[in-house]
Structure formats: C-alpha cells, structure tokens
C-alpha cells in the first residue's frame, strides 16, 4: 500500500498516519509513503522498518514533473492500494489511475489553509473533476461528510466516516501526587494558579491571535481571579512572535510562554487545567483529542469536526469562531468553577477512551481497505 502526502513533518495528518501505520497488523500490507516534497526527522515516530519513505522535491507552484516522478515510483511498486490524503495531493489520483492503480482511496483530514470551508470555486471543480477516480473516500468528520456528499456529489456509498484515535497511554492524566507543574518554567506557575493551555501551528486559520486577545479580556471579565491565571501556547509559525508581542505590550509577560514547538506535549498538557482551541477551521483536531485523553475539559470554536468531539456541557464548550469575547466567556466560566471543571475532565478522559482509541480507528481504515479490494474484485 502506497500513502501520498504533500510532506512528513509535525502536523495532525501526519501523526495520524504515523499512529495508523504503527498500529496496523504487520500481516495486513506491506506500507510506503510517498511525499511529493520531502520528509523531516518526524519520521523516526515511524516504528517499523517495513515502511518505506520516498521524497519527490516537488517544486512550489504547478510541478508537472513530479507526476512523473510519482508515476514511475507507482509502475515500479505496484501497489494494491494507493491512498491519498487532503486536497495538496488529490491530483495523484489522476496519476495513480494512469499508473494503472486499480483501487484508489482519498482522505479528507481538513481544509486547506487558503480555502476554510470548500467553497473555493477551483478547489470544487478539480475535487468535482477527480471525483470518479476514488475508490473510496475517508472523512474525519460529518461536516465534510456533509461536504462531500452535498457540494462534491460523492456518492454515499463511497463515503466513510473514520475519526482519528489519541493514544490513551501517552496522553493520561497526571497521576496522584505527581508535580505536574514541573515542565513549566521555574516559578511560572504557583499551586494556586490556573493554566490555560493551548498546543497549534501559529497560523492564521489556528487563530492564535484570537487567543491571546481572549486572555486579555479576562483581566476585566475576572479580575480578581486574573491574577492567578497563566497561558501556555504551545507552537511554532508565522503569529508567534506577533502573539507575543501583543501580550508583552498588554503588561502580562511574567502570566504567559509561548516556547515554540516541544516535543514534550503529553507532559505540557497535564501540566495544565484547561485546554483552547480558538481555530476558525478544523477536521478532526488531534489536538482535542490528546487534551480529551489527559483528562482535560475543552473549549472549542464550534467549527468542522470539532462538535464531533466536544460535547457542551459534559467535556468542555463550544463557541462561535473568530468571537473573544464568547472565547473569555467560556473560558472564565469554566475556570471558576473548579467542581465543573474536574468533572468535565472526568468525563473526556471517559469519552476518550471509550469512542477514540487507536484500536477501533485501525479498525476504521482496514475495512475501508477491505471494502474498496472488493469492490474493485467485483468490478472486475
């Protein structure tokens, strides 16, 4: 089986496939993905030495060469099955099928950076275009269930819903008298203080800039509280340092730390009593997920996949996008009730476990497999 993806590096595509692969039975497919850029050292997370990695170096723009290069790579493997994932490399179904690949399968995992909800005229057109060359299709989520089946025209027997899983051993709750502040700068945050956490690529879709701003609304929504509370924004991109600035300027400094990427996360979350994600688009955000298996409550802009995962009023709450004042709402009301708080946590973790483990979405993608082998078995 052959998996084409625009690039390896941190993200929750790639984790997910990472998590995918290293979970599968050894016996069900031999696996090599194929990166029309290139991979980064985020491939170690890889634990097999079955999987085969190939780099193509596409170039920035239209890159007519790199189907070449893909095609070639294809004749040469001969895969039973060739999956993409999201729009970046949607035209190597094209390629693929020239190659004489008969089962093909796409991944939608979320929306494309320039283009938030689909309706970007070309974006339609060219899924619309390839649409008959996919086996079967994979969404994470019901909005782009919806989308695919409303807007693309995807046939709904060709449309298969599989959520990510969260390693629920990795992500866990901070055992019994653990220092769970410890990750945490020295002095940064007292036992008394409430942390806000929140783990994402600095970009504008991710909005953290709208988080920071929420932040600083709480200091006249709670202010008697506002003293005590800290934000940890975790992530590196292009808004960190535009982020900083605007709490640096605002006087809160010593209450905020942007550290840029870590590769400590699961410990970073425990180390704090609420998580955010302010995004004004998502699929199915990896990130609720890790936050949902520490035993953390979550509020969330109320966008794509995420409602598939928060429940209001259970795991956390939902908000509108692109709104701080709703954001600090939220946030202030879960903060000040810590009974809430704990008992939101309770039941994400329970949730977590029971509905998005590793297990039942390997399950997920191997009878999608199986389904499109015999559908195509049965064409022929």
């Known amino acids: 089986m052959v998996h084409v993806i625009h690039r390896l590096d941190v993200g929750g595509m790639e984790n997910g496939l990472v998590n995918l692969l290293n979970r599968m039975p050894t016996e069900a497919y031999r696996h090599a993905i194929i990166c029309m850029t290139d991979y980064t050292d985020f491939s170690q997370r890889l634990q097999r030495d079955d999987v085969h990695l190939y780099s193509l170096h596409k170039r920035e723009g239209k890159d007519l060469g790199v189907h070449l290069g893909l095609w070639r790579l294809l004749r040469q493997l001969r895969p039973a099955i060739v999956h993409t994932r999201n729009l970046a490399t949607l035209e190597a ?35 619309r275009w390839v ?20 807007q693309i025209g995807v046939a709904h027997a060709r449309l298969n819903q599989v959520c990510n899983g969260v390693d629920t051993a990795r992500f866990r709750p901070s055992p019994a008298g653990a220092d769970r502040r410890a990750p945490l700068p020295a002095g940064f945050a007292a036992a008394d203080t409430l942390t806000i956490g929140a783990v994402m690529r600095m970009q504008p879709v991710k909005a953290p800039l709208e988080l920071a701003r929420a932040f600083l609304l709480l200091r006249d929504s709670v202010p008697a509280m506002f003293p005590r509370l800290r934000l940890v924004l975790v992530g590196d991109g292009p808004l960190r340092q535009t ?5 640096t300027a ?18 970073l979350m425990r180390a704090v009593d609420l998580f955010v994600v302010p995004s004004l688009a998502e699929g199915i955000c990896n990130t609720i997920l890790e936050a949902m ?36 709402e939220a946030m ?13 946590g309770r039941a994400a973790r329970a ?23 015999g559908s195509a078995a049965g064409a022929s």
Do not use: C
């Not at 995992?109 to 005229?121: I, Y």
């Not at 982020?243 to 709490?247: G, W």
């Open 351 to 373: 949730r977590a476990e029971r509905e998005f483990s590793l297990e039942a979405m390997v399950q997920g993608y191997l009878q999608v497999y199986y389904k499109a082998l």
């Open 243 to 247: 982020a900083t600035e605007i709490l």
């Open 332 to 344: 202030a009301g879960v903060l000040s009730d810590d009974a809430q708080r704990q008992r939101m």
């Open 250 to 267: 605002a006087g809160v400094a010593e209450q905020v730390w942007l550290p840029g990427a870590r590769d400590d996360v699961p410990e």
């Open 293 to 328: 298996a520490t035993g953390l409550p979550v509020i969330a802009t109320d966008v794509g996949g995420n409602p598939d995962l928060v429940q209001p009023g259970a795991t956390g709450n939902l908000v509108p996008a692109g709104k701080p004042e709703a954001l600090t």
């Open 131 to 150: 649409r008959p060359l996919v086996s079967q299709y994979i969404a994470l989520s019901r909005h782009q269930m919806g989308y695919l089946e409303e």
């Open 93 to 127: 179904q094209v390629t693929a099928a020239a190659a004489g690949i008969q089962v093909r399968v796409h991944g939608e995992h979320g929306w494309d950076v320039g283009d938030t909800d689909g309706s970007n005229p070309r974006n339609r057109r060219l899924r």
